[in-house]
T-cell receptor
């Protein structure tokens, strides 16, 4: 059972336009959400995060929106640039319980292609 | 080191052979994680080490998989009697024990033929 779902395996956007990447989750215990960006032959790199107590977090061209009632989050990239072309992973974690790990649950990723 | 280092970057092995994958985390990071990404899948949690605590092995897919972390630093993931379904990119991450602090290595691409 996939707890974090990215239903679009790929997305193509013209340079300068907005890219919107979507992510849905099923586990209501998730309290922290992160987006990672991955280039081929490299490890994922952290992009932006949001706590469940917020509904929006912005960092430059990147904004993440969280809709807790819908268990949905989205990443907006404005304006999109060719260098943004990569695979984007949505990830979520549950509150640290004092035991176990800060394990992240990842979606399958969305491949974004920004066309010049 | 400056980043998380993994070796080898690529490994091709015959079905039934054992393989060892190495991860050298960022100095000072107390937490170390192994994930794997199979073709068309997301990152799947395998195992977690935190200091001297017992590792969280809840993600290991079978008893053919094991991992060690010596001296709280370098970790080795061992896969015994490899199968074709073990083919994946194996990613290691280290963290100073926060969700935000995850830093991934470039991964080891394992191909079992």
């Amino acid at each position: 059972d996939q707890q974090v779902k990215q239903n679009s395996p790929s997305l193509s956007v013209q340079e300068g336009r907005i890219s919107i990447l979507n992510c849905d989750y099923t586990n209501s215990m998730f309290d922290y959400f992160l987006w990672y960006k991955k280039y081929p032959a490299e490890g994922p790199t952290f992009l932006i995060s949001i706590s469940s107590i917020k509904d929006k977090n912005e960092d430059g061209r990147f904004t993440v929106f969280l809709n807790k009632s819908a268990k949905h989050l989205s990443l907006h990239i404005v304006p999109s640039q060719p260098g943004d072309s990569a695979v984007y992973f949505c990830a979520a974690s549950v509150p640290y319980s004092g035991a176990g790990s800060y394990q992240l649950t990842f979606g399958k990723g969305t491949k974004l292609s920004v066309i010049p | 080191g400056a980043g998380v280092s993994q070796s080898p970057s690529n490994k091709v092995t015959e079905k039934g052979k054992d393989v060892e994958l190495r991860c050298d985390p960022i100095s000072g990071h107390t937490a170390l994680y192994w994930y794997r990404q199979s073709l068309g899948q997301g990152l799947e949690f395998l195992i977690y080490f935190q200091g001297n605590s017992a590792p969280d092995k809840s993600g290991l897919p079978s008893d053919r998989f094991s991992a060690e972390r010596t001296g709280g630093s370098v970790s080795t993931l061992t896969i015994q009697r490899t199968q074709q379904e073990d083919s994946a990119v194996y990613l290691c991450a280290s963290s100073p024990r926060t969700v935000l602090g995850y830093t991934f290595g470039s991964g080891t691409r394992l191909t079992v033929v």
